[in-house]
C-alpha cells in the first residue's frame, strides 16, 4: 500500500495529501529488503506492454529507467509508462511481444525504499506500539488499511487510527498519537 509510503511510505501526518503507503512487504516473497510497489495486472495491446497496478503514490516507481524487481530477483527495467485509467501501462525492456508480456502476468514487481526525511514508513508501522501523547496505550499496529480521506492504523484489539493524528514515530517501536477525544469510544 510508499506513502514513500516508493516505498511503503505515507507522508506526513496532516499534509495536504495522505496517499496509500506501499504495502508492507511479504517476508515469503520479498527480495532482500525491497518493498512491493506495484503488480503486473495484464499484457495490453500486442508489443509486449503491460498494464501495472501501482501500489504506492509515487509515479516516479515507473520512470523511464527505473529498474524494478520480480519474486525472483529478476531486473525489470522501465522503458516507457503512461497513467491508463487509474493504473499505467509500461513497456518493460527486452519485452517486446504479447508472449512475453504475458509471462508478467501477476508478476509482484518490488524497490528500493527510498530515504525521505518525516515519512512514515508502513514496515516501520507493523507491530509497533501505538500510545497517546498523554501516554494511555492503544494497542499496537497490525496493519494500515488504505481509506480514501486518510489512511488507519489497524490496531489490536480493531481500533482504528487514521494516519493524520500521528504526531511521531520511532521506526517499528512505538507510534505516538494526538486523537480528538471520543475517537476510541465510538462503536
Do not use: C
Not at 14 to 42: F, H, Q, T, W, Y
Amino acid at each position: 500500500m510508499d506513502a514513500d509510503p516508493g516505498s511503503g511510505s505515507v507522508p506526513e501526518p496532516g499534509s495536504a495529501r495522505e496517499p496509500s503507503p506501499e504495502r508492507e512487504p511479504s517476508p515469503e516473497r520479498e527480495p532482500g529488503g525491497l518493498l512491493e510497489v506495484g503488480r503486473v495486472v495484464k499484457p495490453h495491446a500486442l508489443r509486449g506492454e503491460v498494464v501495472v497496478e501501482l501500489l504506492t503514490n509515487r509515479d516516479d516507481r515507473l520512470a523511464a529507467g527505473t529498474v524494478l524487481t520480480d519474486r525472483g530477483g529478476g531486473a525489470l527495467v522501465v522503458e516507457t509508462s503512461s497513467p491508463h485509467h487509474h493504473r499505467w501501462i509500461v513497456r518493460f525492456e527486452g519485452v517486446g511481444t504479447i508472449d512475453a508480456a504475458e509471462q508478467l502476468r501477476g508478476e509482484t514487481l518490488f524497490a528500493a525504499p527510498k530515504a525521505e526525511a518525516g515519512t512514515l514508513w508502513v514496515h516501520e508501522l507493523i507491530g509497533a506500539e501505538v500510545v497517546e501523547v498523554s501516554g494511555t496505550h492503544r494497542g499496537t499496529v497490525e496493519s494500515v488499511q488504505a481509506n480514501p480521506a486518510s489512511d488507519l492504523l489497524v490496531l489490536s484489539g480493531g481500533g482504528l487510527v487514521p494516519l493524520r493524528f500521528v504526531v511521531g514515530h520511532e521506526p517499528g517501536v512505538r507510534v505516538v498519537i494526538d486523537p480528538p477525544d471520543g475517537l476510541f469510544e465510538l462503536d
